[in-house]
């Protein structure tokens, strides 16, 4: 992989940011437990170039407005309207600037896209890597010693930009405010570390690389945008904070009863054999924390390190049953699926797709489907043609489109 800090500092540099789709691993990583990803040959392109002064200008083939901030004004570190994307901008410089002062270089920004937007294939958290490796190369911050202390390699160059999104602190960067989400660092995981063409299982907090697992040999990937858009901003962030702020006070409760310092909900589950149960016992009874509890734990401890079992043994009907578990227990106990996720889900099976389920944050987004190749065509059109039946109000926006397990983020050649 591209090492950053064996580079100069450039005048000029250009990324390829691929989005991801997360196979399993519903809101688990934030809580130190385990997800399977891959990246998609889908994703954003971004290209900028050094300019004299500290003014960065960031433009998207996804958006007609601009983002121009001057670096050196008080405004540039505060936040942009709710929802908008000028939002990322600001709180990937701010966030640079803040950690590695007096080194952030402006720059002209142009950003392309495959990746469809708020469709749960992370674009906006590759939005940030993608901002974010390039001024770090325009700025030379790679061969800062505090970036070389913090970030040896690419997964903790994941946990860091991942923090840049969530506000919180990594070792002796100091956090702010990120973008209001308290997510984790999966999506940017993905983008970073994924293997070429395959599949991989980590674990969070800290990101532990557990085993690649290989694609099945003749299927596809087949992706459906729902036309929900996924957000994170605005109304949406209370639901999906929601579900995040449950693990936390989970955690808290276990830490406070035990005199405990465990720093994840995952941790909390391997101190004992019975840690799981006696975790339960101190939520029994509530509305939405068992739910929360039963669910990571089969999603955790069971159903991803299942799910890589049965792709390496090449079992494709346990791996449907397992997927289908873990989409019943979003439906059951995050609440985070929504009628047309739950109907892209029902239908993609009853379609013959060897396994499917939403992925993402949930409140809408996209549903993966495995599919053989030799039918893939038939399924995309059928499976489209069906859901809009359904939802015709998502004419327009919903869209079904066919791809495989990419290559990580990687450096693309600038043109004049």
Request: with cysteine.
């Amino acid at each position: 992989m591209t090492s950053l800090s064996a580079s100069p500092v450039l005048t000029t540099s250009a990324w390829f940011v691929p989005g991801r789709v997360e196979l399993l691993g519903k809101h688990t990583d934030y809580a130190g437990g385990r997800s399977l990803l891959a990246a998609v040959d889908l994703g954003h392109t971004v290209t900028a170039r050094a300019r004299e002064d500290r003014v960065l200008r960031v433009v998207s083939s996804l958006s007609e407005d601009a983002v121009e901030l001057d670096l050196d004004a008080p405004a540039a570190a505060a936040p942009a309207e709710d929802g908008h994307w000028s939002g990322y901008v600001r709180t990937v410089a701010a966030r640079l600037d803040a950690n590695f002062p007096g080194i952030l270089r402006g720059a002209e920004v142009e950003i392309t896209s495959t990746l469809p937007p708020a469709a749960g294939m992370s674009s906006s958290s590759a939005l940030i890597v993608g901002l974010a490796l390039v001024l770090i190369d325009l700025s030379g911050i790679a061969q800062d010693p505090r970036f070389v202390r913090a970030v040896p390699d690419r997964e903790h160059l994941a946990e860091y930009l991942g923090t840049l999104e969530n506000g919180q602190s990594f070792g002796e960067l100091a956090g702010d405010r990120g973008v209001g989400t308290f997510g984790g660092s999966e999506d940017h995981t993905a983008m970073l570390c994924a293997p070429e063409g395959g599949l991989v299982q980590y674990s969070f907090c800290p990101v532990q690389r557990e085993r690649e697992v290989p694609f099945p040999e003749g299927h596809c990937l087949v992706i459906a945008v729902s036309g929900v858009e996924a957000h994170k901003t605005g109304a949406a962030r209370e639901d999906y904070n929601r579900i995040s702020l449950a693990a936390a006070e989970i955690l808290r409760r276990w830490n406070l009863d035990r005199a405990r310092m465990d720093p994840t909900l995952a941790a909390a589950v391997a101190t004992a054999p019975t840690s799981a149960a006696a975790i339960a016992g101190l939520v029994a009874g509530e509305d939405y924390l068992p739910g929360r509890l039963e669910q990571f734990l089969a999603e955790s401890e069971r159903l991803v390190p299942a799910a890589a079992v049965a792709l390496e043994d090449g079992d494709l009907e346990e791996l449907g049953r397992l997927v289908d578990e873990s989409q019943a227990a979003a439906e059951q106990h995050l609440g985070n699926q929504v009628p047309e996720t739950i109907a892209l889900q029902r239908t993609a099976r009853s379609l013959g797709a060897v396994a499917a389920s939403a992925f993402g944050a949930g409140f809408g987004g996209s549903v993966w489907a495995l599919v053989p190749d030799a039918q893939a065509d038939a399924f995309v059109r059928d499976w489209e043609a069906a859901y809009l039946a359904a939802f015709p109000q998502h004419r327009g926006a919903a869209r079904v489109l066919r791809t495989r397990p990419g290559r990580a983020a990687h450096r693309r050649e600038v043109t004049a």
